[in-house]
């Protein structure tokens, strides 16, 4: 089945701890992107990929941190999560950019920074 | 500004009747729209895309776009309890990045 897997689903942290979240997608697309979900804010863009070694950042990037060595692979990672990264956050990916037919998303990881 | 806006809602409607959801962008280069459906607690899915100006027919929903105008519709004919969901407006800008709105909540009453 194809598809994004995100992991963890749920994650609960104290602030300063370092933490990744896994993103893997099977559909060899070139194209990922990690959006935090808030309310009232919409889906806000953090990083994304074009390709293998390209990132670059989105609208909210500070404090955090990706990473592009595998096409299939885009985890997230937070050097010392502060309590305003409490979110939603979902990793997604297109076949060759969002111009060409949107994204797929995973299935979302909920953190608490305490 | 906020590169995709959308109208705030929610937006409640009774089964059978015309659901309208509205979005306005401000990035006069953006070129493709996307329309997601979002249930709660489940990630977005992606419903409609249009490139073109015009309207753009898929089942029960109807998308329409006016680049003129900066404005992107989403239309859900003969609304269902099941279509009951935040709906996602979103615009690919000339820097290839994805900006959605804020969403709109529907709730189609039974």
């Known amino acids: 089945e194809a598809q994004v897997t995100q992991n963890p689903r749920y994650l609960i942290t104290v602030t300063g701890k370092k933490l990744t979240v896994t993103c893997s997608q099977n559909?060899?697309?070139?194209?990922m992107s990690w959006y935090r979900q808030d309310p009232g804010l919409g889906l806000r863009q953090i990083y994304y990929s074009m390709n293998v070694e390209v990132t670059d950042k989105g609208d909210v990037p500070e404090g955090y941190k990706v990473s592009r060595k595998e096409k299939r692979n885009f985890p997230l990672i937070l050097e010392s999560p502060s309590p305003n990264q409490t979110s939603l956050y979902f990793c997604?990916?297109?076949?060759?950019?969002?111009?060409?037919?949107?994204?797929?998303f995973g299935s979302g990881t909920r953190l608490t920074v305490v | 500004q906020k590169e995709v806006e959308q109208n705030s809602g929610p937006l409640s409607v009774p089964e059978g009747a015309i659901a309208s959801l509205n979005c306005t962008y401000s990035d006069r280069g953006s070129q493709s729209f996307f329309w997601y459906r979002q249930y709660s607690g489940k990630s977005p899915e992606l419903i409609m895309f249009?490139?073109?100006?015009g309207d753009k027919e898929d089942g029960r929903f109807t998308a329409q776009l006016n680049k003129a105008s900066q404005y992107v519709s989403l239309l859900i004919r003969d609304s269902q309890p099941s279509d009951s969901a935040t709906y996602l407006c979103a615009g690919v800008s000339n820097d290839y990045k994805l900006s959605f709105g804020a969403g709109t909540t529907v709730t189609v009453r039974a």
């Open positions: 249009i490139y073109s100006n």
């Open positions: 559909m060899n697309h070139e194209y």
């Open positions: 997604a990916s297109s076949q060759r950019g969002p111009t060409t037919g949107g994204y797929t």
